[in-house]
């Protein structure tokens, strides 16, 4: 019998979808500004990253290879991909396999397969790919990847339209799901965002031209000035004649990704307004209101992501904060297994509890989720192990029970913790003593937002596009199709 050894995760929570960026300068060097900017990004996909340059009228050279950014990009690559234009993809695989026929940005050559060449950047998920795909292939169109991304790629490069906007243009009507989309010919880049606006797209400013970013925190590294975000069904053209804007679908629910504000987001990004760490940190003071621990000694973070919320619950509590668990930051995932003398102790490879701050006090742990539990429960028993007397857990976020369609990877429902258990219930099972959630209503009140123009359907179950049909969309398009869109 071989032993199935999975790989040494940072976290069990859900996966950062990706991350894109675009832009149109060609006084700057754009393919470096590029990679700051996925660098800036590179908390959104870990697995892959690629960046496609062209000068005016000439060719799209593609550069992309599975690692993180500084593992793909050398010196000699960026003076390869010189230009006047560059989009760039950063990504973590949903459901497709980790390949590099599925890293992007795709690149689609004229010819037999389309009528222009272009290259394309994808965050998101569709929920019509399956019929889409079938579509291209009744007319004859060649994929060389089983990722989403291409499809969208393949019915823009094949659409008769003159400009690639107006094909853009044709093209979006017809998509379903999440993408917040960045591609380019040889003169333009063009992005769209669909109607729902799932996925979030900021357009920036830089000396005159224009860029955009799936989060602010890249404009900021480059220097660049953060304007606003690209509207949901919005098309942005960046080009030799600066920006252009058209609103192809309007009227559509919104239903942004309520999760970006708690988790997948850098904390220094802003969005529809908000920056997330003061959001995170009014998460924290409202759980303290909602879910106190009468007694409690000291409030620690599992860092780095529950920071600004232990913050904001100790703040708000009058309770004193530390570090009671030191994380090692240089360590991302590791494929490489510590063995069955150190296996007791891989998670100390991410964590460590110091027991001189954690011994003998009642601890208020406070993180962003939890999905599976795994991670969560061994850093109880650390804590215990290191003389904590008592560990409440309080969470950030609302119990997390339903699959994501739209471009994050969530687990099964079953592999949830939460999934037919309740917070008691959840506690025992982590071997805490005591567990409490954020309500879905102190989330909105947290980011000074409503319901009915998020999408909140990893807790309540209530997806907010036609045709999401849980346990059905996401098996459907796996089985043909192996998704890799995020």
């Known amino acids: 019998m071989t032993e199935q050894i999975t790989p040494l995760d940072e976290r069990d929570g859900p996966r950062d979808e990706c991350g894109v960026f675009g832009i149109y300068a060609p006084e700057h060097d754009v393919s470096r500004l590029a990679y700051f900017a996925l660098y800036a990004l590179q908390h959104r996909g870990q697995e892959s990253a690629g960046i496609a340059a062209a000068d005016r009228g000439g060719y799209i050279i593609t550069q992309r290879a599975l690692g993180l950014v500084n593992q793909v990009f050398k010196e000699h690559d960026l003076r390869a991909l010189a230009g006047d234009l560059t989009i760039g993809h950063v990504r973590y695989s949903t459901t ?15 010819g037999a397969n389309g009528n222009r060449e272009l290259a394309l950047a994808h965050n998101g998920n569709l929920i019509n790919a399956v ?10 169109v060649q994929f060389s990847s089983t990722s989403d991304s291409e499809i969208i790629a393949a019915l823009i490069s094949t659409n008769p339209a003159e400009k690639l906007e107006d094909a853009v243009a044709d093209v979006l009507p017809r998509l379903k799901g999440a993408f917040s989309t960045v591609v380019m010919t040889n003169d333009k880049v063009v992005a769209f965002r669909d109607p729902a606006g799932l996925r979030p797209l900021s357009l920036g400013q830089l000396d005159g031209r224009f860029c955009v970013a799936s989060e602010t925190c890249a404009f900021d590294i480059i220097g660049a000035k953060a304007m606003r975000d690209v509207l949901p069904g ?33 904390p220094d990004s802003r969005m529809n307004g908000e920056l997330l760490q003061a959001a995170r940190g009014r998460m924290g003071e409202i759980l303290a209101r909602d879910a106190p621990v009468p007694g409690a000694d000291l409030v620690i973070a599992v860092p780095d992501s529950g920071n600004p919320a232990a913050r904001g619950f100790a703040r708000a509590a009058g309770l004193p904060q530390d570090d009671g668990l ?53 850093i109880v028993q650390m804590l215990r192990d290191a003389g904590a007397a008592e560990v409440h857990m309080r969470i950030s976020a609302p119990p997390i029970k339903h699959p994501c369609f739209y471009g994050i990877d969530m687990s099964k429902r079953e592999e949830m913790i939460a999934h037919n258990r309740t917070p008691a219930e959840v506690a025992a099972e982590l071997g805490a003593d005591s567990l409490a959630y954020l309500s879905l209503a102190g989330v909105y009140e947290a980011v000074n937002g409503d319901r009915a123009r998020h999408c909140d359907a990893c807790f309540s179950g209530e997806y907010p596009l036609p045709g999401t049909e849980a346990g059905q969309a996401k098996d459907a398009f796996e089985l043909p199709l192996a998704s890799s869109g995020v």
């Open 96 to 110: 497709g396999s980790n390949e590099w026929e599925n890293s992007q940005p795709v690149h689609r050559s004229a």
């Open 131 to 140: 019929e889409l795909h079938a579509e291209l292939r009744a007319q004859g």
């Open 234 to 266: 919005e098309v942005v053209t960046l080009s030799e004649k600066g920006l252009s804007t058209k609103q192809v679908v309007s009227g559509e629910r919104e239903a942004f990704c309520v999760f970006e504000y708690i988790y997948f987001a850098r």
């Open 326 to 378: 030191i994380k090692n930051r240089y360590v991302a995932r590791t494929f490489i297994q510590p063995g069955q003398e150190l296996r007791k102790h891989g998670l100390r490879l991410k964590f460590n509890p110091l027991p001189e701050i954690v011994g003998g006090k009642k601890l208020v742990v406070v993180d962003d989720s939890i999905v599976r539990g795994n991670t969560t429960r061994q």
